[in-house]
């Protein structure tokens, strides 16, 4: 007999729901923000506080025991202290991914909440790189909080995009890091969203990124955990780790665990999911939201939100998975109270 818990229709267990904070953000990442002027969701159509700890509350009920903190930017929401606060009151694994801007400022928050596991998204270690591709002047004080961050004992993650004809030389820079500093440097094929003018010539593929890395180093192949993304290796001496997240070229949604819910409060069984059930707008109007997730769940494809055609993706940009897809189910009929 199957245990309790939120199963899809593949035996998948689902226990981690990532939990957009904003779709603002203080970088203009370009793989990331569509490159027209960016829309921010109006704070009323946000999930407020209470509103985050409450929904929350019922994933929790359902099985949910990690929650990870993204966004957009998690930490220019202006209440994101508070936010960490309450949900750490719950029973789970709290996480947070983050470009670390902030980070300096939110130490003590996250030693409280007892977030022990911080995803940092760094593309690049050469400061004018940095600039092309975030447009925004950040680096060192990013750098200083990564560093900070291994310096206080968090375990760090730290996430790059790798887009070819444009970073992927990092990839030796970040790998030498790993030398000297424990942290999990992890390397992420490019994927295609709204906007951020994706194409296949783009993508440096795992296989290429750890050719790339044999051309200097020796490499050891790790464990993986059984739902972990990564694909783990170390360069043996080194102190941290390294690892590929190769979405495009070799999805691991057979053994995927994640749930997501958007800023303006709307669940996605998959990041590439067109479908998104409303559960902010069911939640303000009184009604049990338990049975929705389920059903959204329910509908949960095989892989890739049943989307194999990658060159004609139409997806919310990363930033609002949360910007429309196709609603799964309608909740227009429940007007939001004023
Ligand atoms: N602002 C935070 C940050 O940058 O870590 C949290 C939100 S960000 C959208 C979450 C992760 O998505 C980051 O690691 C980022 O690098 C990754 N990401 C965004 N767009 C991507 C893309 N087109 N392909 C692959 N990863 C992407
Ligand atoms: Fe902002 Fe993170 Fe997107 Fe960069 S990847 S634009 S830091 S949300």
Redesign the pocket.
């Known amino acids: 007999m199957q245990e309790q818990g939120l199963y899809d229709t593949f035996g998948r267990k689902h226990n981690y729901l990532r939990i957009s904070l904003t779709d603002a ?1 203080n970088l203009r ?1 370009t ?2 923000m569509p490159d027209e002027k960016v829309i921010v969701t109006p704070s009323h159509k946000m999930m407020q506080v209470d509103e985050i700890v409450e929904i929350a509350k019922v994933f929790v009920s359902l099985g949910v025991n990690k929650i990870r903190l ?5 930490l220019v929401r202006k209440d994101a202290k508070l936010i960490i606060q309450q949900l750490a009151k719950l029973p789970v694994e709290l996480s947070i ?3 670390a801007v902030l980070v300096n400022e939110f130490i003590e928050d996250f030693k409280q909440a007892n977030i022990r596991s911080v ?3 760094l593309d690049t270690l050469n400061a004018d790189d940095f600039l092309k591709i975030t447009k925004r002047g950040e680096f060192e004080k990013i750098k200083q909080n990564l560093f900070l961050l291994v310096k206080e004992g968090f375990k760090v993650k730290l ?1 790059m ?1 790798v887009m070819k004809g444009i970073n992927e030389n990092a990839i030796l820079d970040f790998i030498e890091l790993t030398k000297d500093f424990a942290l999990d440097a992890r390397f ?6 709204s906007g ?1 003018d ?1 194409n296949r010539e783009k993508v440096f593929t795992q296989t290429e990124m750890l050719q790339l890395i044999q051309t200097k180093y020796n490499v050891l192949k790790l464990e993986d955990e059984l739902n972990d993304t990564a694909k783990k290796y170390k360069v043996p001496g080194h102190k941290g780790n390294f690892g590929f997240i190769s ?1 495009v070229s070799n999805p691991f949604c057979n053994t995927c665990n994640r749930l997501r819910l958007t800023a303006d409060g709307k669940m996605k069984n998959c990041l590439f999911s067109e479908g998104e059930t409303d559960l902010l707008n069911a939640y303000r109007n009184g009604i049990n939201i338990e049975p929705l997730i389920i059903e959204n769940l329910q509908a949960k494809k095989q892989a890739l939100g049943g989307r194999f055609d990658f060159e004609n993706i139409e997806n919310r940009s ?2 609002k998975i949360g910007v429309k897809t196709k609603p799964l189910i309608m909740h227009n009929k429940f007007p939001l109270r004023r």
């Open positions: 953000c990442c793989y990331c993204t966004g957009g930017e998690p991914s983050t470009n995803n940092v998204s996430n995009v992420i094929e490019f994927m295609p969203f951020n994706w979405t990363m930033i």
